[in-house]
Protein backbone atom coordinates (compact mmCIF):
# COMPACT_ATOMS: atom_id res chain seq x y z
CA UNK A 1 0.00 0.00 0.00
CA UNK A 2 1.46 3.00 -1.06
CA UNK A 3 1.77 6.00 1.57
CA UNK A 4 3.41 9.52 1.80
CA UNK A 5 3.29 11.34 4.61
CA UNK A 6 4.43 14.80 5.23
CA UNK A 7 6.39 16.83 8.63
CA UNK A 8 8.12 19.45 9.27
CA UNK A 9 5.69 22.42 8.50
CA UNK A 10 5.37 25.28 10.97
CA UNK A 11 5.39 29.18 12.15
CA UNK A 12 8.65 30.84 10.44
CA UNK A 13 9.52 34.36 10.25
CA UNK A 14 9.89 35.95 6.33
CA UNK A 15 13.51 34.56 5.09
CA UNK A 16 13.54 31.70 7.56
CA UNK A 17 13.99 28.16 6.49
CA UNK A 18 12.06 24.78 6.72
CA UNK A 19 12.63 21.70 5.84
CA UNK A 20 10.19 19.17 4.75
CA UNK A 21 10.21 15.69 5.12
CA UNK A 22 8.26 13.18 3.09
CA UNK A 23 8.13 9.33 3.96
CA UNK A 24 7.54 7.07 1.37
CA UNK A 25 6.18 3.29 2.39
CA UNK A 26 5.06 0.76 0.22
CA UNK A 27 7.37 1.43 -2.56
CA UNK A 28 11.22 2.37 -3.51
CA UNK A 29 10.77 6.09 -3.87
CA UNK A 30 14.33 6.09 -6.12
CA UNK A 31 12.13 4.27 -8.33
CA UNK A 32 10.44 7.03 -9.26
CA UNK A 33 9.75 10.82 -9.38
CA UNK A 34 8.46 12.97 -7.03
CA UNK A 35 6.86 15.84 -6.76
CA UNK A 36 6.19 18.90 -4.08
CA UNK A 37 3.07 20.92 -4.60
CA UNK A 38 1.50 23.24 -2.28
CA UNK A 39 -2.11 24.84 -2.14
CA UNK A 40 -2.25 28.12 -0.78
CA UNK A 41 -5.00 29.82 1.46
CA UNK A 42 -8.29 30.44 -0.49
CA UNK A 43 -6.90 28.55 -4.07
CA UNK A 44 -8.62 25.59 -5.19
CA UNK A 45 -5.49 24.05 -7.21
CA UNK A 46 -2.46 23.11 -6.03
CA UNK A 47 1.05 24.43 -7.34
CA UNK A 48 3.77 22.72 -8.19
CA UNK A 49 6.67 23.77 -6.33
CA UNK A 50 9.56 20.88 -7.36
CA UNK A 51 10.48 17.80 -8.60
CA UNK A 52 13.34 15.25 -8.65
CA UNK A 53 13.19 12.53 -11.24
CA UNK A 54 13.94 8.77 -10.60
CA UNK A 55 17.55 7.52 -9.15
CA UNK A 56 18.37 6.38 -13.31
CA UNK A 57 17.56 10.18 -13.97
CA UNK A 58 17.91 12.05 -10.88
CA UNK A 59 17.67 15.46 -12.81
CA UNK A 60 15.68 18.35 -10.71
CA UNK A 61 13.04 21.21 -11.80
CA UNK A 62 11.36 24.20 -9.80
CA UNK A 63 8.54 26.26 -10.16
CA UNK A 64 10.08 29.71 -10.95
CA UNK A 65 8.40 31.33 -8.31
CA UNK A 66 10.79 29.25 -5.57
CA UNK A 67 14.19 28.71 -7.51
CA UNK A 68 17.04 29.39 -5.79
CA UNK A 69 15.75 29.46 -2.81
CA UNK A 70 13.81 25.87 -2.55
CA UNK A 71 15.97 22.89 -2.83
CA UNK A 72 14.61 18.99 -3.07
CA UNK A 73 16.78 16.50 -2.59
CA UNK A 74 16.36 12.37 -1.25
CA UNK A 75 17.34 10.00 0.88
CA UNK A 76 17.18 6.54 -0.92
CA UNK A 77 19.08 4.55 2.00
CA UNK A 78 15.48 5.92 4.58
CA UNK A 79 12.79 6.22 1.33
CA UNK A 80 12.64 9.66 2.15
CA UNK A 81 12.38 13.25 -0.07
CA UNK A 82 12.95 16.43 0.94
CA UNK A 83 12.41 19.95 0.39
CA UNK A 84 14.56 22.27 1.87
CA UNK A 85 13.11 26.03 1.81
CA UNK A 86 15.19 28.78 2.14
CA UNK A 87 14.46 32.71 2.43
CA UNK A 88 10.91 32.27 3.26
CA UNK A 89 7.81 34.58 1.76
CA UNK A 90 4.50 35.40 2.73
CA UNK A 91 3.40 34.06 -0.51
CA UNK A 92 4.81 31.16 0.13
CA UNK A 93 1.94 30.21 2.88
CA UNK A 94 0.31 26.77 2.20
CA UNK A 95 -0.36 23.61 2.75
CA UNK A 96 2.82 21.71 1.02
CA UNK A 97 1.72 17.99 0.16
CA UNK A 98 4.59 15.13 -1.69
CA UNK A 99 3.48 13.17 -4.84
CA UNK A 100 3.89 10.38 -6.59
CA UNK A 101 2.14 10.15 -10.13
CA UNK A 102 -1.64 10.47 -8.23
CA UNK A 103 -0.34 9.56 -4.80
CA UNK A 104 -0.67 12.21 -1.99
CA UNK A 105 -0.17 12.37 1.20
CA UNK A 106 -1.96 14.38 3.91
CA UNK A 107 -0.26 17.44 3.25
CA UNK A 108 2.18 19.65 6.19
CA UNK A 109 0.93 23.50 6.78
CA UNK A 110 3.61 26.12 6.44
CA UNK A 111 3.19 29.48 7.71
CA UNK A 112 5.22 32.25 6.65
CA UNK A 113 4.07 35.50 9.31
CA UNK A 114 6.16 38.15 11.35
Known amino acids: QVQLVESGGGVVQPGGSLRLSCSASGFTASDYSMRWYRQAPGKEEREFVA??????????HYADSVQGRFTIARDNDRNMVYLEMNSLKPEDTAVYYC?????WGQGTQVTVSS
Open 51 to 60: AIGSKVVPTT
Open 99 to 103: SRNHF
